[in-house]
């Protein structure tokens, strides 16, 4: 009775551990890393391209991002306001989506 235990916790340990690594292969994948890892000047670049000049910024604590980072805006002008929210000061908040050369 006693080998019947060592290979139920062997079991469980073994279950929980391929949780929680599926848990972070699965976080990761979320954060955008299909290909593997990009450095960050990699990611910066290809933010850049998709949305060349554009950036977002927060209404209420000036923290900016590229734009690239959440969409795509290549053909478009003036500038645009959106609501999401701010890992900065944490909180729904007011964005404008706006051309370096307009802030
Ligand atoms: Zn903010």
């Not at 670049?45 to 991002?65: H, S, V």
């Not at 701010?86 to 729904?92: D, N, P």
Request: aromatic letters at 14%; a positive charge.
């Amino acid at each position: 009775m006693k080998n019947f235990w060592y290979i139920f916790t062997a079991f469980n340990v073994v279950l929980l551990t391929s949780v929680i690594v599926g848990f972070a292969i699965l976080s990761r994948r979320q954060r955008g890393h299909p290909a593997g890892k990009l450095t960050p000047e990699e990611q910066l670049r290809r933010w850049q391209a998709r949305a060349p000049g554009w950036q977002i910024r927060c209404l209420k604590c000036d923290f900016t991002e590229p734009y690239g980072k959440y969409g795509s805006r290549l053909r478009a002008a003036g500038r645009k306001y959106t609501l999401g929210y701010c890992s900065h000061c944490r909180g729904i908040r007011f964005y404008v989506i706006e051309h370096e050369s307009a802030a």
